[in-house]
């Protein structure tokens, strides 16, 4: 069960993210296109978690979801520059929704360690989201950059630097 706090610090990141999804859902496309952006922002600028003092320690889980993450944005990457076909972007978008499903229903932290982790993982929602709908672009995918960046700030992970298997 989530604490307060962490009800506190998450829900706001899935609100914003429910606004998105909301506001992907108008007819503009100029509307569309201004509201998405600034909405990934907020996300983004809400999700954004405070670097500790000290990094938390990771656990087996949260390491490979992140490697899984990290794994499927390159594949976004590549995609956007043209490089990869709709299933390979497909799969990409699965295995984002899966290293999240596992990581949220598995992963052992402590509780200002898993807000922090749930502000990442809101991110990867976002951009996940704006795949599905057709509307990704350079704001996802470096909110999605900007997220694995802040990973190895929050977390203990020896092995973060050397290339996913």
Known sequence: MLSRMILSMYVP????????????????????????????????DAARP???????????????GMRNLREATEALHHYKMGHLDDVQRDNAVEKI????????????????????LHGLLATF???????RAGTF????LVSMQEAL?????????????????
């Open 13 to 44: 990141a899935l609100v914003t993210a429910l606004a998105l999804d909301s506001a992907l859902s108008t007819p503009s496309v100029a509307a569309k296109s201004t509201i998405h952006h600034d909405s990934v922002a907020q996300v983004r």
């Open 137 to 140: 672009g350079t704001t996802e």
């Open 50 to 64: 405070k670097v500790p003092a000290h990094r938390w320690a990771s656990d087996a889980v949260l390491r490979a």
């Open 125 to 131: 929602i976002v951009g996940a989201n704006a795949v």
């Open 149 to 165: 960046a802040q990973y190895p700030q929050l977390f203990d992970d020896a092995q973060w630097s050397q290339p996913a298997e």
């Open 97 to 116: 929704d899966a290293a999240i499903r596992n990581m949220i229903a598995n992963c052992k932290l402590e509780p200002q360690a898993d807000a922090a």
